[in-house]
T-cell receptor, first 112, second 117 residues
Framework: GQQVMQIPQYQHVQEGEDFTTYCNSSTTLSNIQWYKQRPGGHPVFLIQ?????EVKKQKRLTFQFGEAKKNSSLHITATQTTDVGTYFCAGPVYNQGGKLIFGQGTELSVKP | GAVVSQHPSWVICKSGTSVKIECRSLDFQATTMFWYRQFPKQSLMLMAT?????????EQGVEKDKFLINHASLTLSTLTVTSAHPEDSSFYIC?????????????FGPGTRLTVL
């Protein structure tokens, strides 16, 4: 069945270091979405990428969608303690009315 | 826009009782909502898709008679955990589907922490 894999599972960085999480789908996706979940909180929508090779930036966050539309990455430049949380990628399940399949998430911890 | 609320935010109940969780879209109409559960340090597990005016669609392995879903209006879906047991303790999160020209996204409610004693 359709799968979305995400690595690494955990990442511990020193404040100011960069961070990247990678997402790979077993199937071609119409779009890829990224969510952030703070400890004790709920997933918050960050961005949706649609086009092959698309790159979008949100301040220190850079999102990429691969040319084959099967992989994606989220890169954070110069991490801050406010970046702490779990980052999930998600792709739509084909022909399933808006259902999403989530990656396992990457938990980011930032040491001040 | 696209704000989803959930009530209650946490609930503690005795084993054998039923618990109802409400999910509301506050500033938009949602014909489709989704119910997830999440265990600590794990990803979101989709339980069911809730469609306004029709029966919910349950994922494989989710008991529809135990997790009753009602989507009676375009802004409200409810999940009732019937005869709850300690193994039902979890974080339950709903989301509402939002469609645009770029495709569908989901906006999540704040979640409900259920503890069954």
């Amino acid at each position: 069945g359709q799968q979305v894999m995400q690595i690494p599972q955990y990442q511990h960085v020193q404040e100011g270091e960069d961070f990247t999480t990678y997402c790979n789908s077993s199937t071609t996706l119409s779009n890829i979405q990224w969510y952030k979940q703070r400890p004790g909180g709920h997933p918050v929508f960050l961005i949706q990428l649609v086009k092959s090779g698309e790159v979008k930036k949100q301040k220190r966050l850079t999102f990429q969608f691969g040319e084959a539309k099967k992989n994606s990455s989220l890169h954070i430049t110069a991490t801050q303690t406010t970046d702490v949380g779990t980052y999930f990628c998600a792709g739509p399940v084909y022909n399933q009315g808006g259902k999403l399949i989530f990656g396992q998430g990457t938990e980011l911890s930032v040491k001040p | 826009g696209a704000v989803v609320s959930q009530h209650p935010s946490w609930v503690i109940c005795k084993s054998g009782t039923s618990v109802k969780i409400e999910c509301r879209s506050l500033d938009f109409q949602a014909t489709t909502m989704f119910w997830y559960r999440q265990f600590p340090k794990q990803s979101l597990m989709l339980m069911a898709t809730s469609n306004e005016g029709s029966k919910a669609t349950y994922e494989q392995g989710v008991e529809k008679d135990k997790f009753l879903i009602n989507h009676a209006s375009l802004t409200l879906s409810t999940l009732t955990v019937t005869s709850a047991h300690p193994e039902d303790s979890s974080f339950y999160i709903c989301s509402a589907r939002v469609s645009s020209g770029r495709g569908d996204t989901q906006y999540f409610g704040p979640g409900t922490r259920l503890t069954v004693l």
